[in-house]
């Protein structure tokens, strides 16, 4: 069975730090690109971070980008975000998502997701 687990998420002050990690089990995902969406309230889910799975050139969401970093470790079958500079419109619930290639994961078309960690920005 299949399982994404997210861990790192917290509340922190404008201008901190955090680092999320994701860690799959059941079966290896080093050929997948995996990645990082969010859903605020009353928002839809949107991308946030991908990497392709030689950990090549990764996409960012034009409103995280120079202030979010993802990077993946193949041997421990995991994807993490750093996550620096936070402001108040980064709160939302942070999901960890699996795709064959970066197209579908750009596209939404997500074959795993992990059950979400809560990331609160707030002074």
């Known amino acids: 069975q299949v399982q994404l687990v997210e861990s790192g998420g917290g509340s922190v002050q404008p201008g901190g730090s955090l680092r999320l990690s994701c860690a799959a089990s059941?079966?290896?995902?080093?050929?997948?690109?995996m990645g990082w969406f969010r859903q605020a309230p009353g928002k839809e889910r949107e991308i946030v971070a991908a990497i392709p799975w030689h950990s090549g050139v990764p996409y960012y969401a034009n409103s995280v980008r120079y202030r979010f970093t993802i990077s993946r470790d193949n041997d421990k079958n995991s994807v993490y975000l750093q996550m620096d500079d936070l402001r108040s419109e980064d709160t939302a619930v942070y999901f960890c998502a699996t795709a064959p290639a970066m197209d579908n994961m750009r596209n939404s078309e997500i074959d795993y997701w992990g059950q979400g960690t809560q990331v609160t920005v707030s002074s």
């Open positions: 059941g079966r290896s995902f080093s050929m997948d690109a």
